[in-house]
């Protein structure tokens, strides 16, 4: 209640600030000072403030106010959501409390880029392996919500690359502490209707931590050739990775030296590698002015290896698909039926001291029809009805028979996740939304196989329905926007990654959980002068959130009532950009992350933390083409001691500690240029 206060008090002061520089701006009476937003996450394009559902956007400009390398600073940005981020090449995402179990990845979310599946076929999500500067826009929907892209049980991610209408090039050079080095180009040609963007950047890192060096080279192109009845776009993106794992240590590693890398990784000098491809063309049909057909076609690729402690891994993936999405608009409602098909053939294999101990092939295909009716009675009236059913069959082929043919296949029932949502918008200041939708997520490969390397068939997957309601809010001609939300979401199969020794995992459905929660998000404009002290804007976001075991019981022992661990129970984040003078601009990013459990029996507990950040920049004209801009900045600026990733359940073995934490950053710095063209 304390914490509620306090918000509720910094609201009421936002509300004075603003009447305040309402009174002294007696230029821009008529401005309205924060644009509506157009989304289109739930395949309709239409204002925020009409949306039946909770999507969160973030545009360009607030994507790249960073350092430009953590994604997580980007997407603590967003209520909701939380991102474990132990290196930049090892994170996880948690959207409203799901995910939190995965031990080293993102398996609960599906990720878009240009309408472009980019999740593997494992389930796994790394968006942040996108550079921020290949991002023009983001949209986020949260939990079990979204019928249409997949029905992800943590939700979706959704990225769309920059779009501009004028020429222009820029290239960037940054370096920071830890001897990470960040260089970058971008440029955008126009030519009648031929659209072509493209951005390359390259970034290298000696790391904070031992055994912790990165590099990272990637390339992100995408352009568009309209014509009156049709148009032709398409987008390509192309990463090599090359990452040191410095892994997760135990509690006297973490207060005593955090730089140190656990001593079993980096004996051998861990790491991972990989290159990826993935590469789309889209066709788009106005076949009049009330129908519309858009088709995606998409191939992935993808070659990894990790050295690790216990053995080697090789592993890689090959497939593509289709995505077709028909579209019926006229002025009282919206119809839209699509169908998504991916086939990828995920390889592995792993040896030990160049002696092989196993390899094996699996094809996996799965199938996605989805339908959308959106029907406006009146115009305060939105309502939304979909749903999708989706199919999902594995095959496994063992190409390593010493131990005996562990071949099989597992061909999952159809799932149905229907959706229902209502908004209703009084007028264009004011907006209510509610809305129940169902949603799934398939076993990983490790999860599905038994310790044996048999196909467990008796696995389920899981399952989840979520419920919300809230509100959206514009006032003081658009100069202030509010939203807050409340969501329950009931998971079912719940499922659990167990780990049987250092180097074999298996799934097991291990019962329900429940997640509740509250969102709350502020954008506000506190000042708007045309002089000294300029402008003064602000976004802030508070998320708390309980998020419990129902039914729950692991070797006998139940843990019906626990926390999750892994999850936060509180987090509130600040974005504060001052721009005293036409040509400089002071960002600062403030966060706090409350304490979280470490383990199912709610036995440990890390603590929870603060961090502050700021960023500087300059611009200034050299000449009529010529523009650049210099800027500074500092992460961590307390130099607060912290662990932005745990390991849930960390399991010790033989002498050595549980190895829960993975040391956070401590203050560091980065300068660089940019140059405009």
């Given at each position: 209640?304390?914490?509620?206060?306090?918000?509720?008090?910094?609201?009421?002061?936002?509300?004075?600030?603003?009447?305040?520089?309402?009174?002294?701006?007696?230029?821009?009476?008529?401005?309205?000072?924060?644009?509506?937003?157009?989304?289109?996450?739930?395949?309709?394009?239409?204002?925020?403030?009409?949306?039946?559902?909770?999507?969160?956007?973030?545009?360009?400009?607030?994507?790249?106010?960073?350092?430009?390398?953590?994604?997580?600073?980007?997407?603590?940005?967003?209520?909701?959501?939380?991102?474990?981020?132990?290196?930049?090449?090892?994170?996880?995402?948690?959207?409203?409390?799901?995910?939190?179990?995965?031990?080293?990845?993102?398996?609960?979310?599906?990720?878009?880029?240009?309408?472009?599946?980019?999740?593997?076929?494992?389930?796994?999500?790394?968006?942040?392996?996108?550079?921020?500067?290949?991002?023009?826009?983001?949209?986020?929907?949260?939990?079990?919500?979204?019928?249409?892209?997949?029905?992800?049980?943590?939700?979706?991610?959704?990225?769309?690359?920059?779009?501009?209408?004028?020429?222009?090039?820029?290239?960037?050079?940054?370096?920071?502490?830890?001897?990470?080095?960040?260089?970058?180009?971008?440029?955008?040609?126009?030519?009648?209707?031929?659209?072509?963007?493209?951005?390359?950047?390259?970034?290298?890192?000696?790391?904070?931590?031992?055994?912790?060096?990165?590099?990272?080279?990637?390339?992100?192109?995408?352009?568009?050739?309209?014509?009156?009845?049709?148009?032709?776009?398409?987008?390509?993106?192309?990463?090599?990775?090359?990452?040191?794992?410095?892994?997760?240590?135990?509690?006297?590693?973490?207060?005593?030296?955090?730089?140190?890398a656990a001593a079993n990784w980096s004996a051998i000098e861990g790491y991972k590698k990989y290159q990826r491809a993935i590469a789309g063309v889209t066709l788009t049909n106005l076949f009049s002015d009330k129908w519309t057909n858009k088709l995606n076609v998409f191939g992935r690729w993808a070659d990894s290896y990790e050295r690790r402690p216990f053995n080697n891994l090789d592993d890689g993936t090959s497939g593509g698909g289709i995505r077709n999405r028909l579209s019926?608009?006229?002025?009282?409602?919206?119809?839209?039926?699509?169908?998504?098909?991916?086939?990828?053939?995920?390889?592995?294999?792993?040896?030990?001291?160049?002696?092989?101990?196993?390899?094996?092939?699996?094809?996996?295909?799965?199938?996605?029809?989805?339908?959308?009716?959106?029907?406006?009675?009146?115009?305060?009236?939105?309502?939304?009805?979909?749903?999708?059913?989706?199919?999902?069959?594995?095959?496994?082929?063992?190409?390593?028979?010493?131990?005996?043919?562990?071949?099989?296949?597992?061909?999952?029932?159809?799932?149905?996740?229907?959706?229902?949502?209502?908004?209703?918008?009084?007028?264009?200041?004011?907006?209510?939304?509610?809305?129940?939708?169902?949603?799934?997520?398939?076993?990983?490969?490790?999860?599905?196989?038994?310790?044996?390397?048999?196909?467990?068939?008796?696995?389920?997957?899981?399952?989840?329905?979520?419920?919300?309601?809230?509100?959206?809010?514009?006032?003081?001609?658009?100069?202030?926007?509010?939203?807050?939300?409340?969501?329950?979401?009931?998971?079912?199969?719940?499922?659990?990654?167990?780990?049987?020794?250092?180097?074999?995992?298996?799934?097991?459905?291990?019962?329900?959980?429940?997640?509740?929660?509250?969102?709350?998000?502020?954008?506000?404009?506190?000042?708007?002068?045309?002089?000294?002290?300029?402008?003064?804007?602000?976004?802030?976001?508070?998320?708390?959130?309980?998020?419990?075991?129902?039914?729950?019981?692991?070797?006998?022992?139940?843990?019906?009532?626990?926390?999750?661990?892994?999850?936060?129970?509180?987090?509130?984040?600040?974005?504060?950009?001052?721009?005293?003078?036409?040509?400089?601009?002071?960002?600062?990013?403030?966060?706090?992350?409350?304490?979280?459990?470490?383990?199912?029996?709610?036995?440990?507990?890390?603590?929870?933390?603060?961090?502050?950040?700021?960023?500087?920049?300059?611009?200034?004209?050299?000449?009529?083409?010529?523009?650049?801009?210099?800027?500074?900045?500092?992460?961590?600026?307390?130099?607060?001691?912290?662990?932005?990733?745990?390991?849930?359940?960390?399991?010790?073995?033989?002498?050595?500690?549980?190895?829960?934490?993975?040391?956070?950053?401590?203050?560091?710095?980065?300068?660089?240029?940019?140059?405009?063209?």
């Amino acid at each position: 209640m304390k914490i509620l206060k306090e918000v509720l008090l910094i609201v009421t002061s936002l509300f004075t600030l603003n009447s305040f520089s309402q009174e002294i701006d007696n230029d821009l009476d008529s401005t309205i000072y924060l644009n509506e937003i157009i989304v289109n996450a739930f395949q309709i394009s239409t204002l925020q403030l009409h949306v039946p559902g909770s999507v969160s956007v973030l545009t360009g400009e607030e994507i790249q106010i960073t350092d430009g390398n953590n994604f997580a600073h980007t997407l603590h940005s967003i209520p909701g959501i939380y991102m474990h981020s132990g290196t930049y090449s090892t994170s996880r995402v948690i959207i409203r409390g799901v995910g939190s179990r995965t031990p080293y990845n993102t398996n609960r979310i599906k990720s878009y880029l240009n309408d472009i599946p980019i999740t593997s076929s494992d389930g796994i999500s790394t968006p942040e392996d996108i550079d921020l500067m290949g991002i023009g826009r983001m949209e986020v929907i949260k939990g079990p919500a979204s019928a249409t892209y997949g029905s992800g049980l943590g939700g979706n991610i959704i990225l769309y690359t920059p779009r501009s209408t004028k020429e222009g090039a820029a290239a960037l050079i940054q370096y920071g502490s830890f001897n990470t080095i960040k260089a970058a180009a971008s440029g955008n040609y126009i030519n009648q209707n031929l659209n072509l963007w493209g951005t390359i950047s390259h970034v290298n890192s000696d790391g904070y931590r031992e055994n912790n060096r990165y590099r990272r080279t990637s390339f992100i192109s995408s352009g568009e050739w309209e014509q009156k009845d049709y148009s032709l776009e398409y987008t390509l993106m192309l990463i090599d990775l090359n990452a040191q794992i410095p892994s997760s240590v135990g509690k006297s590693l973490y207060e005593s030296n955090p730089k140190a890398a656990a001593a079993n990784w980096s004996a051998i000098e861990g790491y991972k590698k990989y290159q990826r491809a993935i590469a789309g063309v889209t066709l788009t049909n106005l076949f009049s002015d009330k129908w519309t057909n858009k088709l995606n076609v998409f191939g992935r690729w993808a070659d990894s290896y990790e050295r690790r402690p216990f053995n080697n891994l090789d592993d890689g993936t090959s497939g593509g698909g289709i995505r077709n999405r028909l579209s019926y608009h006229n002025n009282q409602w919206d119809a839209m039926i699509g169908f998504e098909w991916v086939k990828d053939v995920y390889r592995w294999k792993m040896d030990l001291e160049n002696e092989m101990i196993n390899k094996n092939r699996e094809s996996r295909d799965h199938y996605n029809l989805f339908s959308m009716i959106y029907w406006r009675p009146a115009s305060e009236w939105n309502i939304s009805l979909g749903g999708a059913v989706n199919k999902v069959n594995y095959l496994l082929r063992d190409q390593f028979l010493s131990n005996g043919d562990q071949s099989g296949e597992r061909s999952f029932p159809l799932i149905f996740s229907p959706r229902l949502g209502i908004n209703y918008a009084p007028s264009q200041l004011l907006a209510f939304y509610g809305s129940v939708g169902h949603g799934f997520s398939m076993p990983s490969p490790e999860e599905t196989l038994l310790p044996e390397g048999d196909i467990n068939k008796e696995l389920k997957p899981e399952q989840g329905v979520q419920y919300e309601m809230g509100f959206r809010l514009n006032l003081f001609r658009r100069a202030t926007t509010i939203e807050a939300s409340v969501y329950y979401i009931n998971l079912n199969n719940l499922l659990v990654t167990k780990r049987l020794s250092e180097d074999i995992f298996t799934g097991i459905n291990a019962g329900k959980t429940s997640h509740n929660g509250f969102e709350f998000l502020i954008k506000q404009k506190i000042l708007r002068l045309s002089s000294f002290p300029g402008t003064l804007n602000l976004n802030a976001n508070y998320t708390w959130s309980i998020n419990k075991f129902v039914d729950f019981t692991d070797n006998d022992q139940k843990f019906d009532g626990n926390k999750l661990p892994g999850i936060p129970a509180q987090i509130a984040h600040a974005n504060i950009l001052w721009q005293p003078f036409t040509r400089l601009n002071i960002d600062t990013q403030l966060q706090y992350v409350g304490e979280q459990y470490m383990d199912d029996a709610n036995s440990l507990i890390n603590e929870g933390y603060f961090i502050a950040n700021i960023r500087s920049s300059y611009s200034f004209s050299v000449s009529t083409n010529y523009n650049i801009e210099l800027f500074t900045g500092i992460n961590n600026i307390t130099n607060a001691h912290y662990s932005p990733m745990l390991t849930v359940n960390a399991v010790a073995f033989g002498n050595a500690e549980p190895r829960y934490y993975y040391p956070g950053l401590p203050r560091h710095f980065y300068s660089g240029i940019k140059l405009f063209l």
